[in-house]
Nanobody
Framework: QVQLVESGGGLVQPGGSLRLSCAAS????????MGWYRQAPGKERELVAI???????NYADSVKGRFTISRDNAKNTVYLQMNSLKPEDTAVYYC???????????????WGQGTQVTVSS
């Protein structure tokens, strides 16, 4: 069994910062790509940022220059540092990981349960 557990969401004023964390646990052989998606009320889930095992990153245009994704492979953890937050960043943020379990022949995508981020004065 594999679990992704997110933490770090909350309420912040516009211009503020938050740091999200997501730790993967279970019988894991290798985590390939990790990332963050978000879903605002009434909208589709959208990619925020992704990071490969080697550290290559990709960001949504709307967060470039404000958000930074990083990971600690030894801890199976991915982070999202969010600065200069705007009200339009309000959403449920979901962690995702493409990983291969020990004994498995291929990788699968897993999702966390989501953490609420609200940007409001």
């Amino acid at each position: 069994q594999v679990q992704l557990v997110e933490s770090g969401g909350g309420l912040v004023q516009p211009g503020g910062s938050l740091r999200l964390s997501c730790a993967a646990s279970g019988i894991i052989f290798r985590i390939y790509t990790m990332g963050w998606y978000r879903q605002a009320p009434g909208k589709e889930r959208e990619l925020v940022a992704i990071i490969t095992y080697g550290g290559d990153t990709n960001y949504a245009d709307s967060v470039k220059g404000r958000f930074t994704i990083s990971r600690d492979n030894a801890k199976n953890t991915v982070y999202l540092q969010m600065n200069s937050l705007k009200p339009e960043d309000t959403a449920v943020y979901y962690c995702t990981a493409n990983l291969r379990r020990i004994g498995a022949s291929s990788s699968q995508n897993y999702w966390g349960q989501g953490t609420q981020v609200t940007v409001s004065s």
